[in-house]
């Protein structure tokens, strides 16, 4: 079993950074292929990025290619989403989720658990 808590919302501007974290229990995190998804309202939920077990592999959604950034820390059971040069369109509720399978997934019913969700904003 794995619990994921994520953090770092905000409301910035167009242009401006924000950096989300995801910290997990458990002692098996470093196992894990993690990604990051988000939900805007009234939209499905979309993939972001994801990051493999060992971190040597990373993948992101066109949208955010060149902007954003995941990357993990094993000793602190956390992953982060670096994302810079946000825009309105980035505005969602963005979720942390873990794999089981390690080399990582697009795909939302490939992940196993799943944090609440946090708010980013991006005002124009």
């Known amino acids: 079993q794995v619990q994921l808590v994520e953090s770092g919302e905000g409301l910035v501007q167009a242009g401006g950074s924000l950096r989300l974290s995801c910290a997990a229990s458990?002692?098996?995190?470093?196992?894990?292929?993690m990604g990051w998804f988000r939900q805007a309202p009234g939209k499905e939920r979309e993939f972001v990025a994801y990051?493999?077990?060992?971190?040597?592999?990373?993948y992101y959604a066109d949208s955010v290619k060149g902007r954003f950034t995941i990357s993990r820390d094993d000793a602190k059971n956390t992953v982060y989403l670096q994302m810079n040069s946000l825009k309105p369109e980035d505005t969602a509720v963005y979720y942390c989720?873990?794999?089981?399978?390690?080399?990582?997934?697009?795909?939302?019913?490939?992940?196993?658990?799943w944090g609440q969700g946090t708010q980013v904003t991006v005002s124009s």
């Open positions: 989720a873990a794999n089981r399978r390690n080399s990582g997934s697009v795909y939302i019913s490939a992940y196993n658990y």
């Open positions: 458990g002692r098996t995190f470093s196992s894990y292929a």
């Open positions: 990051i493999s077990w060992s971190g040597g592999r990373t």
